[in-house]
């Protein structure tokens, strides 16, 4: 009897694959941590071969935990981390690693391309605005740079349109990524006029057939069920982006109350519901993203802040370094037990923290990667408490910088991601935005969002509608109202933290000239 359906969610930290029954409750998992490498100039890369080996691992190692699975499979489905740039050859082997969205050394490009008055041409076809981690500004980039590697290129993927390729043969990426990057998100199409502003018209060929997985898919081949140990045969859907996965999971999809939608990770992403491509609204500062859902006519609009969770990990590694200097050990597990004790002991917004700690700056809701993580209003009173505090309540004035970017203030927010788990999170972000808070039983968003696809497409569902309904509402907990007293402590610190932003910018540019000049020196590479 085939009742399971698998999920695939190759993320930037793990490689996940997940069973679900027919009704979406989760049978069991499989997961490998991800690797990927950072290099001088801002580069960050990741072994395409090894990806796929990976992935086909955690799928035989789902096999060991569900009797007989490959028998009872109905389909499978994969998304995985969005942007980057994976090239192929004609063979279909890679021709370089891939390119992550973590890579930054397009950022100069971006720059000379948003400074263009014809990039708000591009930005009102894609709805997004451009950054170095996408493919386009990639694009640009190598052909400045490395053109010889283009030139061994037949595709460009994706992370999750690699290993469909794996799993089927089949060279396609999906409505989402490929309308956000190089086309029109109201036609769902490339657009010729946005290659023609990123000035990578010559690049076409390289884009694969933009296909909707719940409409489409192929057939897991035959090397592809001796990797896994599954079917050859078996349908295999190719899921939309990672963030639209995990959004559909997580609640966003909800067309009566309309909340926003928040996935607090390694990156955060904030996010609304808009039903028409009227209801998407562009902003003057041409930020920020426009990705379709996997339903017709339906969008969710995107601001992302380029790093959350890092900032955690950062600011707790300052004490456990410390303590192991010292001969003790802790796990970081154990530093964040410690979290809630540490902010209920410190003051509310009695410090700034602007939480831009990664090396490829900021992109939501502005555009910039000199931008870097600081402190404002340190005295001799503030201890490590107050620092970590002000960390968690950094990433909650992003969250609500993004969506202040997007129109109105939600009334509700769903949550997401690792950092969910945090009631000291979910509180001082609830009341930053003053909204309520809703987190989902669901422990897999991103791969339950990737099997709801594959089960509208393979007829389990007639519309996502129907598909959401016994998915994902039944698993939404209990609204967390904002803390009102709490919430007017932030509203004060809103216009202060907007103002440390926009005038640290020269700053942080002045500061990124030398470590620049350093970086291109190292790495041979021009702009």
């Given at each position: 009897m085939r009742d399971v359906l698998?999920?695939?969610?190759?993320?930037?930290?793990?490689?996940?694959?997940?069973?679900?029954?027919?009704?979406?409750?989760?049978?069991?998992?499989?997961a490998l941590p991800n690797k990927y490498e950072?290099?001088?100039?801002?580069?960050?890369?990741?072994?395409?071969?090894?990806?796929?080996?990976?992935?086909?691992?955690?799928?035989?190692?789902?096999?060991d935990k569900v009797p007989n699975l490959a028998g009872r499979v109905i389909a499978i489905a994969v998304t995985g981390q969005g942007d980057g740039t994976w090239l192929i050859d004609r063979e279909g082997e890679p021709v370089a690693r891939g390119w992550l969205w973590l890579d930054a050394r397009a950022a100069g490009v971006v720059e000379e391309i948003r400074a263009r008055p014809e990039d708000r041409l591009r930005f009102e076809k894609t709805g997004s605005g451009l950054a170095a981690c996408q493919q386009g500004s990639q694009f640009a980039f190598m052909k400045r740079n490395m053109p010889e590697m283009l030139g061994r290129a037949a595709t460009a993927f994706h992370c999750k349109d690699w290993l469909y390729f794996k799993l089927t043969g089949e060279r396609a990426t999906d409505p989402s990524e490929g309308t956000f990057t190089f086309g029109d998100f109201r036609t769902r199409g490339y657009s010729d006029e946005v290659l023609d502003v990123l000035g990578v018209t010559d690049l076409r060929h390289l884009l694969?057939?933009?296909?909707?997985?719940?409409?489409?898919?192929?057939?897991?081949?035959?090397?592809?069920?001796?990797?896994?140990?599954?079917?050859a045969g078996t349908p295999v859907v190719l899921a939309y982006v990672d963030v639209v996965c995990t959004a559909l999971g997580a609640g966003l999809f909800d067309r009566e109350r309309k909340p926003g939608c928040s996935i607090i990770g390694s990156t955060g992403m904030h996010m609304r519901?808009?039903?028409?491509?009227?209801?998407?609204?562009?902003?003057?500062?041409?930020?920020?993203?426009?990705?379709?859902?996997p339903a017709p006519g339906v969008f969710a609009q995107m601001q992302s802040n380029m790093a959350a969770t890092l900032n955690i990990?950062?600011?707790?590694?300052?004490?456990?370094?410390?303590?192991?200097?010292?001969?003790?050990?802790?796990?970081?597990?154990?530093?964040?037990?410690?979290?809630?004790?540490?902010?209920?002991?410190?003051?509310?917004?009695s410090l700034l923290y602007q939480p831009y700690v990664s090396e490829a700056g900021e992109r939501g809701p502005f555009v910039d990667a000199n931008a870097r993580a600081g402190f404002v209003g340190i005295s001799s009173r503030h201890g490590y408490a107050d620092l970590v505090r002000a960390v968690f309540e950094g990433l909650a004035f992003a969250?609500?910088?993004?969506?202040?970017?997007?129109?109105?203030?939600?009334?509700?927010?769903?949550?997401t991601g690792g950092a969910a788990r945090s009631p000291a999170l979910r509180k001082i972000l609830g009341a930053a935005i003053g909204a309520d808070i809703r987190t989902s039983e669901r422990e897999e968003a991103g791969a339950a969002g990737a099997a709801m696809i594959a089960a509208v497409c393979v007829g389990q569902y007639a519309s996502m509608d129907e598909c959401v309904e016994e998915w994902v509402t039944p698993l939404l907990g209990a609204a967390e109202p904002s803390d009102r007293k709490l919430a007017a402590t932030y509203e004060r610190l809103v216009p202060s933290y907007t103002l440390a932003h926009e005038a640290l910018r020269p700053v942080w540019r002045s500061m990124a000239a030398p470590r620049t000049k350093t970086d291109v020196t190292k790495t041979g590479l021009t702009n």
């Open positions: 698998i999920g695939i969610d190759a993320g930037t930290s793990v490689i996940k694959s997940v069973a679900f029954d027919t009704a979406g409750r989760q049978i069991a998992a499989a950072t290099l001088p100039g801002g580069g960050a890369e990741q072994d395409l071969a090894r990806t796929w080996l990976d992935t086909a691992a955690t799928l035989r190692q789902l096999a694969p057939p933009i296909v909707d997985g719940t409409r489409h898919n192929a057939s897991l081949s035959q090397a592809a069920a001796d990797a896994t140990g599954l079917i519901l808009a039903e028409t491509p009227d209801e998407v609204l562009l902003n003057e500062a041409a930020t920020g993203y426009t990705m379709t859902m990990d950062w600011v707790l590694g300052l004490a456990s370094g410390i303590l192991a200097s010292q001969g003790i050990t802790r796990t970081n597990g154990e530093m964040i037990a410690l979290v809630d004790e540490w902010i209920s002991s410190s003051e509310p917004a969250a609500r910088d993004c969506y202040a970017a997007m129109g109105p203030l939600p009334m509700e927010v769903r949550l």
